[in-house]
């Protein structure tokens, strides 16, 4: 059976929250808030975008986002970096943490098989001549 779609919905819904998240950092006018609200921002636009098209290099150099299991330590890591302060910001967290947990541990279940745009990204493994 195919997930491929509920796969897009949730880690378009990820990377929404990851923005939300990025977007409220900048609540706390810090030099450490804005610099972190701007990297999560940037994760997760470049979540959403991994959903609609592969830029050629992210194969090569962050194809850890190709694997369920890169993927769900990707969110987890982002997740504890936006878990902190308001109560809002620690739900959005906790959010992206449980959506990595459940990533991970479907990396180790062979019977769903990872998403499309998952797939088409499997040379970057060493895929490549050399």
């Not at 890591?77 to 910001?89: A, M, N, Q, Y």
């Not at 992206?96 to 769903?112: K, M, R, T």
């Amino acid at each position: 059976m195919d997930y491929s779609e509920a796969f897009r919905l949730v880690n378009l819904a990820v990377a929404v929250i990851m923005v939300l998240g990025g977007i409220s950092q900048f609540f706390q006018i810090t030099i450490q808030s804005v610099v972190v609200g701007c990297y999560v921002i940037v994760f997760g636009l470049a979540t959403a975008l991994l959903e609609y098209q592969i830029p050629p290099y992210m194969a090569r150099y962050a194809s850890f986002l190709f694997s369920f299991l890169g993927r769900g330590i990707f969110y987890i890591f982002i997740g504890s970096i936006i878990l902190h302060g308001h109560v809002l910001r620690v739900i959005a967290g906790s959010i992206v943490i449980f959506v990595g947990a459940a990533y991970v541990v479907l990396e180790y279940i062979p019977s769903i098989e990872p998403p499309q745009n998952m797939r088409d990204a499997d040379a970057g493994w060493g895929g490549e001549q050399v």
